[in-house]
């Protein structure tokens, strides 16, 4: 699947989840949280490098 289609079915989701092709919508689901802990990953693993916040990120301030 590719990130355009993940970003455009995971917005929709917002909307409240659709009655049809929820196979997609899974996967999409599964990318996002494969993209979100390989960007957490990355800043684990390499704390020098600025990996700016992603649009809606707070910062966790409780750690962990």
Do not use: H, V
């Amino acid at each position: 699947m590719t990130l355009d289609k993940a970003i455009e079915l995971l917005k929709t989701a917002s909307e409240g989840w659709p009655t049809r092709d929820n196979e997609d919508y899974y996967k999409a689901l599964d990318l996002g949280i494969e993209a979100l802990k390989s960007i957490k990953g990355l800043r684990e693993q390499f704390p020098q490098i600025i990996i700016f916040a992603l649009p809606g990120e707070t910062e966790n301030r409780q750690g962990g």
